[in-house]
């Protein structure tokens, strides 16, 4: 499974950008699809998960209402909406992806993972 994201820039505060995130390869690999962020010198944080069947999304607190996940089937694609940015969300955003349909929010449990994309928030 290779996975390629694209999308990330740089926006003011209050903005929003439109990640998206590319899977080729073995798609039956990709059962539930991932964003993570992590900043330098911290670890990979969870942002958000969507499972590919049944469309089952999961968000983590500091984004809820703010960040929308979703999949184009059609075009083996995850998208990562992010409205209301703050500069607290800048940082490299990382598409995820894992084989078994179990929603998980640890960096661990994902197999597969793209090489990531910058996004600055300016206040």
């Known amino acids: 499974v290779q996975l390629v994201e694209s999308g990330g820039g740089l926006v003011q505060a209050g903005g929003s950008l439109r990640l998206s995130c590319a899977v080729s390869?073995?798609?039956?690999?990709?059962?539930?699809m991932g964003w993570f962020r992590q900043a330098p010198g911290k670890e990979r944080e969870f942002v958000i998960v969507?499972?590919?069947?049944?469309?089952?999304?999961y968000y983590a607190d500091s984004v809820k209402g703010r960040f929308t996940i979703s999949r184009d089937n059609a075009k083996n694609t995850v998208y990562l909406q992010m409205n209301s940015l703050k500069p607290e969300d800048t940082t490299v955003y990382y598409c995820?992806?894992?084989?078994?349909?179990?929603?998980?929010?640890?960096?661990?449990?994902?197999?597969?993972w793209g090489k990531g994309t910058q996004v600055t928030v300016s206040s």
């Open positions: 390869g073995r798609t039956f690999g990709s059962n539930v």
């Open positions: 995820a992806a894992r084989g078994a349909s179990y929603l998980y929010i640890a960096p661990k449990e994902y197999e597969y």
């Open positions: 969507i499972r590919w069947s049944d469309g089952t999304t």
